[in-house]
């Protein structure tokens, strides 16, 4: 998703940019910006030209994160054997 | 199975999601053979898929002992509601959506039963990221490795971590996240915004701050 473009000749200030950015950031976008009024104010905020490559870089590195580090102890799948043999229809054949 | 009032069905097969989450070898065979009673079945599934369901579990919760109890009843839903899964999205897809419903049941009987989540989990303003709007910012990228981002994100409040994790983690888009969190689309943007810009807040504060003080450092 792109924002629509602005109509506004006055600069915005930093607050009005970041207000836009979780619409900005949301739908799959992450960040891309093709409003000239906020294009316009990121090439003369570094501050806010920051922030943005920042949240993009975040929610880049997140995708690291899907493989797994953490391994649950053997008691997890000892205690799902006791479950199953406790409960036959747990290995009984789904009729679905 | 009805989670929380959730079918247990199978997701709309979303762009991507194959993609993020492709067919593992001898998955498929393991499937059939589960959904036949085999019990050396369950057993495969249960090795290939138990890191990245515990890993879920753990984000989620922060807390491992919790977060292998509900490994544990989520391999057991998983079990007695295979025959449902018809293959219509990635099994691993399948099998999240069904951890996520069950931590996010868990987390209602401990006491959120009675208010609903777009309220909860809304963390402080204590815990609001900071808006800095006048200073110059030392740029991020490039800097953060996975343990850092790792110990980042066990930092976030847990509201924000949960919608975090559910959408840049997990991969799932704002609306399922409104109905898991019950919640508004427009509640989970901006929770993910906020978790973003602490995380970016944390992580910042983690370049001048000694690792095991990270924790502190999100207080």
């Known amino acids: 998703m792109t924002l629509q473009k602005s109509n506004r000749s006055t600069p915005l200030s930093c607050a009005e940019f970041q207000e836009k950015l979780p619409d900005l950031f949301a739908a799959g976008a992450n960040g891309h910006i093709e409003d000239p009024a906020l294009l316009d104010h990121l090439s003369t905020c570094e501050n806010c030209s920051a922030l943005v490559r920042d949240l993009q870089y975040i929610a880049d590195q997140a995708r690291q994160l899907l493989q797994p580090t953490h391994e649950p102890s053997d008691d997890v799948w000892k205690k799902i054997q006791e479950s199953l043999a406790a409960d036959p229809s747990y290995a009984e054949p789904n009729e679905k | ?219």
């Open chain 2, 1 to 219: 199975m009805d989670v929380q009032g959730q079918q247990m069905t199978e997701p709309k097969t979303a762009p991507g999601l194959f993609k993020r989450n492709p067919p593992i070898a001898g998955e498929a065979e393991a499937i059939e053979r589960a959904k036949a009673g085999d019990a050396e079945a369950f057993s495969k599934l249960y090795a290939l898929h138990k890191r990245r369901v515990y890993t879920l579990c753990l984000r989620m919760l922060g807390n491992v002992s919790e977060a292998e109890d509900m490994t544990q009843e989520a391999f057991l839903h998983l079990f007695r509601k295979i025959g449902s899964f018809r293959g219509e999205s990635a099994f691993s897809t399948w099998l999240h959506r069904l951890t996520v419903n069950l931590v996010l049941m868990h987390l209602r009987k401990k006491g959120l039963q009675l208010v609903s989540l777009e309220e909860t989990i809304n963390p402080s303003e204590e815990d609001s990221p900071k808006r800095d709007f006048g200073s110059r910012d030392t740029q991020l990228a490039g800097s953060v490795d996975r343990v850092a981002l790792e110990r980042a994100v066990a930092s976030l409040p847990p509201g924000y971590r949960m919608v975090f994790v559910l959408h840049d983690v997990e991969g799932f888009e704002h609306n399922e996240i409104a109905v898991m969190l019950e919640c508004s689309t427009g509640n989970s943007k901006s929770q993910l915004h906020k978790a973003r810009l602490k995380l970016r807040e944390l992580l910042r504060q983690a370049e001048s701050t000694p690792q095991d003080n990270l924790k502190e450092a999100a207080l």
